[in-house]
C-alpha cells in the first residue's frame, strides 16, 4: 500500500490485546501495512502510528474495543465475536478473519442436560451474561438466573455455584479436565472486523481497499 497524500487524515486501529491482535499484525503485515513497533511486548506506549500510510494502532481490552469503534475513536477494530455479541455496539461488523475460531457453548456435568430440557429456573454463571440471557430468553425460553463471573467460569458448576456455565470452547481441553462436557452450542465465533459507521462513508475507498486486499490473504 502506497500513501501519496499528505492531507490524508489518520485511520485508527483498535486491536484486542493478547492473541488476536498479534494475529492481526501478521495478517496486516501480508498486505504491506507494517508497524514494527507495536511487535516490541515489553514496550509501554499505547498507540502507534505509521506515518508513512498515516495509520495510527492501540491495543485495547477486548471488551473496549466496540466502544472505542462505535465513539469513532477508532475507525476499524479486530475482535472477537463473542465481545461484539456481548457489548451489542453501533457498529458495522465487516469481516470475519477466520481466526480465533471457537464456539460459546451452554456447558455443565452431564446431569445438567436434563435440567436443559425442563421449565425449572436454573442457575448458569457466564463472563458473556448478555449472550447467556439473550439465549435463554430466545432461544430455549427459559428462565435462567444469570450470575455474572470474571474468570474461571468452569469452577462454578463444580463448587455449586451454578448448574451451568455459558462460555467459550475452543479446544474443550478446560472442560474435560474438570469433568464438564457441552451441552448445547450457542454460536460460533472467530475474529471480526468491525467499523464505525461514519468512518465507513468518509473513508469508504481506504476501508474497503484495506478489506479487499485482506481478503486475498484470509
Ligand atoms: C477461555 C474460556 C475457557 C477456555 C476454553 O478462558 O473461558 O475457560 O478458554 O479453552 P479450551 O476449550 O481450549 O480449554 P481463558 O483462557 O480466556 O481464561 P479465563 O476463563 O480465566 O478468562
Partial sequence: MENTNTETRYLTFALAKGRLAYKTIDLLEEIGIT???????STRKLIFVNEELKLKFFLAKASDVPTYVEYGAADIGVVGRDTILEESRKIHEVMDLGFGKCRMCVCGPESAAELLKGNDIIRVASKYPHIAKEYFDNVKHQS??????????????????????????????????????VLETVTDLSARVIVNRVSLRIEHERISRILKDLNKVI
Avoid at 508497524?35 to 511486548?41: G, N, P
Avoid at 455459558?166 to 474438570?178: F, Q, W, Y
Fill in 35 to 41: 508497524c514494527e513497533e507495536i511487535k516490541d511486548k
Fill in 144 to 181: 435462567v438466573e444469570i450470575i455474572k463471573l470474571n474468570g474461571s467460569v468452569e469452577l462454578a458448576p463444580i463448587v455449586g455455584l451454578s448448574d451451568v456455565i455459558v462460555d467459550i470452547v475452543e479446544t474443550g481441553a478446560t472442560l474435560k479436565e474438570n469433568g464438564l462436557h
